[in-house]
């Protein structure tokens, strides 16, 4: 069985950084499709970025430019870079990894959620 951890999270100001990790228990499929959802305090729930196996990346249009997913298969690693945060950034930040396992079994395998709080 797979876990995803994420880690990072934590409290910046605005125009501040920070890099989440969502790190693989066992192993994610190189395969695999992984996202970075966000959760916010108002419970409005975003697909903020999305890297394929090959490593094509999509963004929501509100992050875009300032977050930037990346991956790391031999370490079984997700990565989002967020650069130039906002407060409306500020959310529960979810890891998820879907796909299809060697047995042709879908899978879809989501972290516990990590909190990022943008704010002066």
């Known amino acids: 069985q797979v876990q995803l951890v994420e880690s990072g999270g934590g409290l910046v100001q605005p125009g501040g950084s920070l890099r989440l990790s969502c790190a693989a228990s066992g192993t994610i499929e190189s395969s695999y499709t992984m996202h970075w959802h966000r959760q916010t305090p108002e419970n409005v729930r975003e697909l903020v970025a999305t890297i394929t196996s090959s490593g094509s990346t999509i963004y929501a249009d509100s992050v875009k430019g300032r977050f930037t997913i990346s991956r790391d298969n031999a370490k079984n690693t997700v990565y989002l870079q967020m650069d130039s945060l906002k407060p409306e950034d500020t959310a529960v930040y979810y890891c998820?990894?879907?796909?299809?396992?060697?047995?042709?079994?879908?899978?879809?395998?989501w972290g516990q959620g990590t909190q990022v709080t943008v704010s002066s």
């Open positions: 998820n990894g879907a796909g299809y396992d060697y047995l042709g079994t879908f899978r879809d395998y």
